[in-house]
Nanobody
Framework: QVQLVESGGGLVQAGGSLRLSCAAS????????MGWFRQAPGKEREFVAD????????SYADSVKGRFTISRDNAKSTVYLQMDSLKPEDTAVYYC??????????????????WGKGTLVTVSS
């Protein structure tokens, strides 16, 4: 059974940092795209960042570019999201996701193969 388990969320002041972790298990994710999405209260879920598990290529939403960094630890089957210079508008539930295709639907959060249950990040002003 595939599981994506997020951790590392919490309350932080604006300008602070958090590191989210996503522990993946249940299959080999070679060839998959792994990433993070977020959903703020009253808003739709949006793409944040992703990483090609095999090649390591990354991409970011414009809203987080230069502040967030996605990375992986192959040995631990874990994906990380380092979030720096946090802003109140980054407040959301952050979800880890994995998908075989990584196509345009992926960036819309549609048809994604696997989702975690999410971890809440709250940034106070």
């Amino acid at each position: 059974q595939v599981q994506l388990v997020e951790s590392g969320g919490g309350l932080v002041q604006a300008g602070g940092s958090l590191r989210l972790s996503c522990a993946a298990s249940g299959r080999t994710f070679s060839g998959y795209v792994m990433g993070w999405f977020r959903q703020a209260p009253g808003k739709e879920r949006e793409f944040v960042a992703d990483l090609n598990w095999s090649g390591g290529e990354t991409s970011y939403a414009d809203s987080v570019k230069g502040r967030f960094t996605i990375s992986r630890d192959n040995a631990k089957s874990t994906v990380y999201l380092q979030m720096d210079s946090l802003k109140p508008e980054d407040t959301a539930v952050y979800y880890c996701a994995a998908d075989r295709s990584g196509n345009s639907r992926w960036y819309q959060g549609r048809g994604v193969n696997y989702w975690g249950k999410g971890t809440l990040v709250t940034v106070s002003s």
